[in-house]
């Protein structure tokens, strides 16, 4: 179960365009959570194609399992993967595609194989399982019909401020990945896009021997005893901005001056609250004019019409 870079090929083709791509989500910590039917599909694929072969492998063999073939797939030689794995469901082949914990695609690579079997007429099937997002989400208490998933916020830059704003502008929780490095100063962030009284709930080592959730408020979430660790993968889920009384305007104000400090200009602030937010037009538009937002260099100039005209 070693990895080649010989090219793939078929032990016994099948007629062209019957293979299947069948994305199989593997545990996440405990290995219990690997599924009958995941076990099954990943002994009985053609080849399987994995982030790490030796990290795939021991996983299969600790679970007494052998593939017939692994292959890497991660994010530095996908590209290059598609067409050779394409070959091979051309040939009528079935191939697993695994992440090394939780369900691929995921913050993890494949969706350029995914997108180009289904663009290929392929059949592509999920077999789920674990999912990181999910398991911190319904352990969080917090209202989950709907959310947003952030999963690894950018590490520094205008486009970390942006999506910082965004997490703190949205009225449904946000679910976030973070390394152990950068918790504690995400957290930090966090707590003063937010406020220090919006809740978190930091989730580390989920499934595993060494489990721990913390919940509270962001302005204690950094002295947290789960972030102090230090160690381990971590999930955390911020609750959606406060919703106000209809008319009172705090929240839509409050969104419109975070998105300001994050660089964006009146027009695009006044997209995003609309989108995030869900209110109409015109009162996103005239809460940033009572807040006098400047327009951004690429804005348009001010509206010649009333807020929610025609024309």
Same mark, same amino acid.
């Given at each position: ?107 993890? =690579? ?62 449904? =929780? ?127 100039? =001010? ?9």
């Amino acid at each position: 179960m070693t990895d080649s870079e010989a090219p793939l090929a078929s032990a016994d083709p099948a007629p062209a365009g019957l293979g299947t791509l069948v994305v199989v989500a593997t545990p996440i910590g405990n290995l219990s959570d690997l599924s009958a039917r995941a076990a099954a599909a990943l002994t009985d694929a053609d080849l399987v194609c994995c982030e790490d072969t030796r990290h795939t492998g021991r996983l299969l063999a600790t679970l007494g399992l052998r593939a017939r073939r692994l292959q890497s797939l991660h994010a530095h030689n996908e590209r290059e993967r598609v067409e050779e794995v394409l070959a091979l469901l051309g040939g009528g082949a079935t191939v697993a595609l695994v992440s090394d914990a939780g369900t691929p695609l995921v913050s993890d =690579p494949g969706e350029r194989l995914v997108a180009a079997a289904i663009a290929s007429g392929f059949e592509v099937r999920a077999v789920p399982g674990a999912s990181a997002v999910l398991a911190a989400l319904v352990v969080s208490g917090l209202e989950v019909g709907r959310w947003r998933f952030e999963g690894f916020l950018p590490r520094k830059g205008r486009e970390r401020r942006d999506r910082l704003a965004l997490v703190a502008a949205s009225g449904e =929780p946000s679910v976030i990945y973070e390394a152990p490095t950068r918790v504690a100063a995400t957290l930090r962030e966090l707590s003063v896009d937010c406020g220090p009284e919006r809740q978190v709930v930091v989730a580390r080592e989920l499934t595993k021997l060494h489990e721990e959730i913390w919940r509270g408020p962001l302005g204690d979430a950094e002295e947290s005893p789960a972030a102090r660790v230090a160690r381990g993968e971590y999930v955390l889920v911020v609750a959606g901005a406060p919703q106000r009384p209809t008319g009172s305007g705090v929240d839509v104000e409050r969104s419109l001056r975070a998105l300001l400090d994050a660089g964006l200009g009146r027009r695009d602030a006044v997209a995003a609250v609309e989108a995030l937010l869900g209110v109409p037009h015109r009162d996103a538009y005239a809460a940033a004019l009572r807040l006098g937002l400047p327009d951004a260099p690429g804005d348009a100039g =001010p509206a010649t019409t009333a807020p929610g005209s025609s024309g």
